[in-house]
């Protein structure tokens, strides 16, 4: 548990969430989301003590109102929010990391992409339910999983579609050269990264040339006896 939360609150507040593959929600077994969300605003409160220089502001007002009022929405619905003791400030728009505990599925937070430094826990009770949890959702950019079992490994990554996945840690797998990067279905088209990222923009012309005699020739109609003859040579 503590490795999966400082890779987890590495990934998640790094440039205060504003990252196209920070978690955009964890799914932890039930009997210990209270202390995984415990655990997660620990770290946040110990990396970022004072959300001094190494924390990073909100681009623009906007993306800090919408995110306060989606925790504020998620409150109002039931959710536990756990805060980092710093105060939020608009006029910096600093907006400390936030936690929250079972989110109405209705509420903003569940439904758009955050892009900012909340972070929903959600408690399953079998693998197979969360399995089915991610399912039900559209393919994420980035998938990460906990687990040193790889047996319990291959059944999540032969289980899920993603666009890439970092196992026991937090986007690492984009920093990887060598491996594609990019997301499928929902979250995008195409790879690139080394070879991937040459072939995808590179257009591969298709030139065919043919020899002295055009064979494609004695495939046009009339048809009659030739092409039948034709085409039992070929069928053979």
């Given amino acids: 548990m503590t490795k999966a939360v400082k890779a987890i609150a590495y990934g998640k507040f ?86 929250v505990i079972d989110a109405p599925q209705e509420s903003v937070l569940m439904r758009e992409e955050i892009f900012g430094p909340v972070l929903p826990v959600i408690g399953y009770d079998s693998l197979a339910d969360a399995l089915d949890w991610v399912n039900s959702h559209p393919h994420p950019l980035a ?48 790879a690139y990264h080394g070879k991937q990222g040459f072939d995808q923009f590179t257009h591969q012309r298709a030139v065919f040339k043919t020899g002295f005699f055009n064979s494609a020739t004695l495939l046009a109609p009339p048809y009659g006896k030739r092409a039948k003859n034709l085409l039992k040579f070929l069928m053979r």
Wanted: aromatic share 6%; proline share 6%.
């Fill in 14 to 99: 790094i440039n205060a969430g504003q990252t196209c593959i920070a978690p955009d929600y964890v799914l932890v077994p039930r009997e210990r989301t209270i202390e995984f969300a415990e655990m997660i605003i620990g770290e946040a409160r110990r990396a970022y003590p004072d959300l001094g220089p190494d924390y990073s502001s909100m681009i623009n007002e906007r993306a800090f109102d919408r995110l306060t009022a989606a925790i504020t929405e998620a409150e109002l619905g039931g959710a536990k929010v756990l805060r980092h003791h710093a105060p939020s400030d608009r006029a910096r728009r600093i907006l400390p990391p936030v936690v």
């Fill in 143 to 190: 998938l990460y999983l906990f687990a040193e079992d790889t047996r319990e490994q291959s059944r999540v990554l032969d289980r899920t579609q993603s666009g890439g996945v970092t196992v026991n840690g937090t986007l690492l797998h984009i920093a990887q050269e060598g491996l594609p990067f990019g997301g499928v279905g929902a979250s995008g088209w195409g």
